[in-house]
Structure formats: C-alpha cells, structure tokens
Nanobody, 116 residues
Framework: QVQLVESGGGLVQPGGSLRLSCAAS????????MAWYRQAPGKQREFLAR???????NYADSVKGRFAISRDNAKNTVTLQMNSLKPEDTAVYYC??????????WGQGTQVTVSS
C-alpha cells in the first residue's frame, strides 16, 4: 500500500506561484502513475496533471501552460509547480498514485488559497 503526503499549500496572491510536493512511501514500486487533483467546496474533484513513466505529462486545459508536474523517482516524490495563479485555483489539492491496473489511493490534501 502506498501512503501519500502533500505539502506546500498556503495563501498566495493572484498571479503568484506555489509549489506543491507529494511524498510517497510504502509500496512505491507499485506506482505506475502519479497525478494531482483539486477539489473546491461543493464541487467535484478535478483532474489537473498526471505523469507516467516513459511518457510526457498531460494536463487539464484549465491549468495547461501554468502548472507543471514533475516526478522524482529517486526521492519518491511528485511536485506541482503552479504559476500565474488565479482565485479560481483555490481548492484542496490532492496527490494520487496509481498502479498499472489503475487502482490508486489519495493523499490527505493541502489547501491552496489564491486571494489578494
């Protein structure tokens, strides 16, 4: 079983940047893909970015060109660099790890608030 812990959230002004990190532990060798999602109050969880070994990352249109996902296999971490943040980006951000069968689990989430 994989355990995931997100960090790096906080308060940032519109147009600012923030970097989120997700540390994986446990059965890390079972991880095939890692991804970031977010969920605002009263809304469904939204896919943001995903990285799979041997492939280029893919992004949701809402964050394409602003967010960048990267995976450090040696450190068992995945990061989400967020630039040009907007108030609409305010949400709890979650990390997800999945195996090659698509079965995954979630971290606890980290709050990101974009406000002036």
């Amino acid at each position: 079983q994989v355990q995931l812990v997100e960090s790096g959230g906080g308060l940032v002004q519109p147009g600012g940047s923030l970097r989120l990190s997700c540390a994986a532990s446990g059965s890390i060798f079972s991880i095939y893909a890692m991804a970031w999602y977010r969920q605002a109050p009263g809304k469904q969880r939204e896919f943001l970015a995903r990285v799979v070994s041997g492939a280029s990352p893919n992004y949701a249109d809402s964050v394409k060109g602003r967010f960048a996902i990267s995976r450090d296999n040696a450190k068992n971490t995945v990061t989400l660099q967020m630039n040009s943040l907007k108030p609409e980006d305010t949400a709890v951000y979650y990390c997800r790890a999945a195996n090659s069968y698509g079965v995954g689990n979630w971290g606890q989430g980290t709050q990101v608030t974009v406000s002036s």
